[in-house]
């Protein structure tokens, strides 16, 4: 009988902590939940901003030079990167006498 009891009492605390695993892990999902909404609601809202922006024709000129500008800054920045890759790996160093060194 104590036996019986005593597995009784273990299956109790497994339910216990198997409650207490599911009340964390739906709180966890509710927190996500409203962390993604309200990134969703701020994304929303700079679309709706471009949008109106964009639809303007000065203002849809001022975001062509920007896009231009940005465009041509990472050009630069990362033709730069393979320029200097390219002319350092043509030059290669001369071999040093080992013998004449000493």
Same mark, same amino acid.
């Given at each position: 009988?104590?036996?019986?009891?005593?597995?009784?009492?273990?299956?109790?605390?497994?339910?216990?902590?198997?409650?207490?695993?599911?009340?964390? !892990?739906?709180? %966890?999902?509710?927190?996500?939940?409203?962390?993604? +909404?309200? $990134?969703?609601?701020?994304?929303?809202? &700079?679309?709706?901003?471009?949008?109106?922006?964009?639809?303007?024709?000065? !203002?849809?000129? %001022?975001?062509?030079?920007?896009?231009?500008?940005? +465009?041509? $800054?990472?050009?630069?920045?990362?033709? &730069?990167?393979?320029?200097?890759?390219?002319?350092?790996?043509?030059?290669?160093?001369?071999?040093?006498?080992?013998?004449?060194?000493?």
């Amino acid at each position: 009988m104590n036996e019986l009891g005593s597995k009784i009492s273990a299956l109790k605390n497994i339910t216990i902590d198997m409650h207490q695993d599911v009340n964390d !892990q739906d709180r %966890l999902l509710n927190d996500s939940d409203n962390v993604f +909404a309200g $990134f969703g609601n701020t994304l929303r809202a &700079s679309l709706g901003r471009m949008n109106r922006m964009v639809s303007k024709r000065h !203002q849809r000129q %001022l975001c062509f030079y920007v896009t231009i500008a940005v +465009a041509v $800054f990472f050009i630069l920045y990362y033709g &730069s990167g393979l320029v200097s890759k390219f002319s350092w790996s043509s030059s290669s160093p001369e071999p040093v006498d080992v013998d004449r060194a000493l």
